[in-house]
């Protein structure tokens, strides 16, 4: 360990194998979500990572733009994906105690989604990543109640990552000068031209999924999945009173969800990396506002697409905010314990209260 604090389980780190980093060269996704970027990957590369890092396990995923390349190409989607997991699962066979993997799904493929859960779980993957919205339907939507219904029969975690906004116009008409009608999903995103969509729309488009999760009764409907929610939860935690508050106060389609009752389903179903910049203000303003304990966190570094100078970086900073909030044992549960117990499904000790 290269200094007094425990090594880590990273559940937020990526992977690109050279198909997939090809697939998405050949359908546009040279600069996913207006990064500059789309970084490079080796396996090599990544042990070097962990290494200096003092990270002894890697939960791996694919990031945004998901496997779900080029909209309505289905046949494209189910290829990506099977070539993603595959390797993942190979990956894992041969150094166990260094990588595991979230599999990939190639939603809105709802069909292939099934069939590839069933697939990757004889694989052996730790659960499964999902995009905040997968060509303009976002999680919640009853579209996906299928997927959500077997996962929770299976009992799986589920990795949620963010991807850029947009809007499914498939059955919508677009009020533009034209009056026109769009089948293609449309970019939400009106501050993209200033910033890439990883720096805001990424915590907001987080934030859209967990009320839409809870306001489509998708979370009560579906009480044994686990969820992960990435940057320590995105935007959301300010925004709880508010939707539960509404959801109450104005009836309409959505289902209505006391908040002492979505606070509760916070703390048994889910839990929040620490990618990004946590420290000072967004972990107090979960913690303090939505009322979600330590056990709760996991450390993420967001590589590659966070690059490694990067990811050492962060740790500093990462390091520095734990050491002055937090015990040294609760420094242990968030880095690598909590991790491990998820993994394990064992329950939390906040479970077991």
């Not at 009992?155 to 677009?174: G, R």
């Not at 889910?270 to 107090?284: C, E, N, R, S, V």
């Not at 506002?289 to 962060?314: N, Q």
Request: include cysteine; proline fraction near 7%; glycine fraction near 8%.
């Amino acid at each position: 360990m290269a200094n007094d604090l425990p090594d880590k389980i990273d559940v937020h780190v990526h992977f690109l194998p050279p198909s997939y980093r090809q697939a998405c060269l050949d359908n546009g996704h040279g600069n996913p979500d207006g990064m500059p970027y789309l970084p490079e990957w080796s396996e090599e590369a990544h042990l070097a990572l962990m290494e200096k890092n003092g990270i002894k396990k890697s939960i791996l995923s694919i990031s945004s733009p998901g496997t779900h390349l080029a909209y309505g190409n289905d046949h494209l989607a189910a290829k990506v994906t099977r070539e993603c997991n595959a390797y993942a699962a190979d990956l894992k066979r041969r150094k166990p105690d260094q990588f595991g993997y979230w599999a990939s799904l190639p939603l809105p493929a709802v069909d292939e989604s099934l069939a590839e859960i069933a697939r990757a779980a004889d694989e052996g993957c730790d659960g499964y990543v999902v995009m905040t919205n997968a060509h303009g339907h976002y999680l919640g939507d009853s579209l996906f109640d299928p997927v959500f219904d077997e996962l929770n029969r299976r009992e799986a975690t589920i990795f949620v990552h963010p991807t850029s906004p947009c809007l499914d116009c498939t059955n919508q008409t677009l009020t533009t000068n034209t009056n026109a009608t769009s089948s293609a999903p449309t970019k939400a995103t009106p501050l993209a031209t200033n910033f890439p969509n990883p720096m805001l729309e990424f915590l907001f488009d987080t934030a859209r999924i967990v009320s839409n999760l809870f306001l489509s009764g998708t979370i009560k409907r579906c009480p044994n999945i686990k969820i992960i929610l990435p940057h320590l939860g995105g935007a959301f935690p300010p925004l709880l009173s508010r939707w539960t508050g509404f959801s109450t106060l104005v009836p309409s389609g959505w289902e209505p969800y006391a908040e002492e009752n979505a606070r509760k389903a916070l703390q048994k179903q889910f839990w929040f990396d620490l990618a990004g910049f946590p420290f000072p203000g967004q972990i107090k303003g979960l913690m303090d506002g939505a009322g979600i304990g330590h056990e709760r966190l996991m450390y993420g570094s967001d590589f590659p697409f966070t690059k490694a100078e990067g990811v050492e970086f962060l740790k500093g900073k990462l390091d520095e905010g734990m050491k002055a909030m937090f015990e040294q044992e609760q420094v242990e549960d968030m880095y690598w314990r909590n991790a491990e117990g998820l993994l394990r499904g064992r329950e939390t000790a906040t479970d077991a209260a």
